[in-house]
């Protein structure tokens, strides 16, 4: 950096919609596979097993990566992975 980062300043910024995260999952499950999104909604979390959505993430990125493919709009990224 050419100059000190202070607290709070915002170094980087990203849109939303570039990021996966369980909101990102469930909107794109509600546009591509309803069924998806249901399984992704349906934990409730003041359940005691509520995990933080890590549960529904992983499930979305398999569901991607495994089903939908060259169709995901995370393929590229995707498709890196081992």
Do not use: C, N, Q
Not at 11 to 33: K, N, Q
Request: hydrophobic share 40%.
């Amino acid at each position: 950096a050419t100059e000190d980062v202070a607290e709070g300043d915002v170094y980087i910024s990203l849109p939303p919609g570039s990021v996966i995260d369980v909101e990102t999952a469930v909107s794109d499950a509600l546009e591509t596979s309803p069924p998806l999104a249901g399984l992704l909604t349906g934990t409730d979390e003041s359940s005691p097993s509520w995990d933080g959505g890590f549960d529904a993430l992983m499930l979305y990125l398999l569901h991607e990566r495994f089903v939908r493919k060259e169709e995901s709009r995370w393929w590229p990224y995707l498709d890196v992975l081992p």
